[in-house]
């Protein structure tokens, strides 16, 4: 049986008695690809001077943003990660992202 994931907004504790968590809403309308508006942008803020291809402004559900960034990963032959709504690629990758995305009907995409 699957649990059920509590948001309770960074409380830890609450001394009122009718106080009652939340339910965290998982699934999130996942737009169209054509309907995506996501920007590609090299950062190498924090990253102990390497440089990351950042992939941001994606609307949908979490396990969709997983899958986009795997598939960019497999593309473009290197490692990366998906973290606080943003997909991260080792290295300067850019133009691969870009023309991967344009030839995947993500139409609405800007390199920055």
């Not at 309770?8 to 054509?34: M, Q, R």
């Not at 290197?78 to 992202?97: F, M, S």
Request: charged share 30%; glycine share 10%.
């Amino acid at each position: 049986m699957a649990k059920k994931k509590l948001y309770t907004g960074g409380i830890v504790f609450s001394t009122d008695a009718n106080f009652t968590p939340e339910e965290k809403i998982e699934h999130e309308e996942t737009l169209h690809p054509h309907e995506q508006l996501l920007k590609v942008k090299l950062d190498a803020k924090n990253r102990g001077g390497k440089v990351v291809t950042l992939i941001e402004g994606f609307i949908g559900a979490e396990n969709d943003l997983e899958q986009l960034g795997k598939q960019l990963k497999a593309y473009c032959g290197t490692g990366g990660a998906v973290k606080n709504n943003e997909i991260l690629i080792q290295g300067d990758n850019r133009e691969k992202i870009l023309q991967w995305l344009l030839k995947n009907r993500y139409a609405k995409t800007k390199k920055i």
